[in-house]
């Protein structure tokens, strides 16, 4: 029942095209039009050392989690609660929490996608090679999702609505976008704010990509932080969360 649920989701999320479009494309279209700059391939001192691709790739998969995670989710779980869609599945033989799975699940597989997209296309058309401490970079992608996703179903417990529950999703998504170094490189922000930075979700995950994808042993404190992030998100959505 659960694999024809997420099945359906699939569907349901392939059909609209802008949203898949985005999640892929973006991150890739932003290491396209960075990584073909002069200069690219080389180490930046402004980066911390790495090359412009390095840093657009790992960029690209922060910004994929933060847009599944931050907005997606707690706009789709928010409208299905809106349309009544959980309502009627508690009537059926379909338990409605084989729905947040199916969405989970669904939006987990898109980010392993992107992780799999930046990498290769890094590797191929830029020759940066691939995460050196692979397995911390795969730990800061999977406690990064569970952070987010965490933080999204919190959303989506108290959003009344989709349009609320996008506009709460917004309200943390360009903060966390700031604050994890994507508009700004963390190396170039004043320590007071990269310091805030390193303690946030997307702060955090970033900075643990791409410390793992230069061979850099990453900080416990920051695979802690985003353990704690989505633990407690997690049982703050479970209590909160209302079928209807």
């Known amino acids: 029942m659960l694999a024809k649920l997420t099945y359906l989701e699939l569907k349901l999320f392939t059909r609209e095209i802008v949203l898949p479009a985005i999640v892929l494309l973006l991150p890739l279209a932003l290491l396209l039009g960075f990584g073909f700059q002069p200069g690219a391939n080389k180490a930046q001192h402004n980066l911390g050392g790495q090359t412009t691709a390095e840093y657009m790739a790992a960029l690209g998969v922060g910004i994929a989690l933060a847009i599944l995670g931050l907005t997606v989710l707690p706009a789709t779980l928010a409208s299905y609660r809106e349309k009544g869609v959980l309502r009627r599945m508690a009537t059926t033989p379909v338990r409605p929490a084989y729905l947040l799975i199916a969405q989970v699940l ?19 058309l830029f020759g940066t090679p691939v995460p ?25 417990a108290v959003a009344p609505s989709a349009k609320a529950g996008n506009g709460i999703g917004m309200v943390l998504f360009f903060p966390s976008m700031f604050l994890g170094g994507v508009y700004i490189p963390r190396e170039q922000m004043p320590d007071a704010l990269r310091a805030i930075g390193d303690y946030t979700p997307l702060g955090a995950t970033l900075k643990t990509m791409r410390d793992s994808w230069m061979g850099t042993e990453p900080r416990l404190a920051q695979l802690a932080i985003m353990a704690a992030y989505a633990l407690v998100a997690g049982l703050a959505a479970a209590k909160l969360f209302r079928w209807e």
Request: hydrophobic share 80%.
């Open 106 to 124: 669904l939006y987990a597989v898109m980010a392993v996608v992107v992780v799999a997209l930046m990498i290769t296309a890094a590797r191929v």
């Open 132 to 156: 050196e401490r692979f397995p911390a970079f795969l730990a800061a992608v999977v406690l990064g999702l569970a952070a987010l996703f965490g933080i999204g179903l919190v959303i989506a």
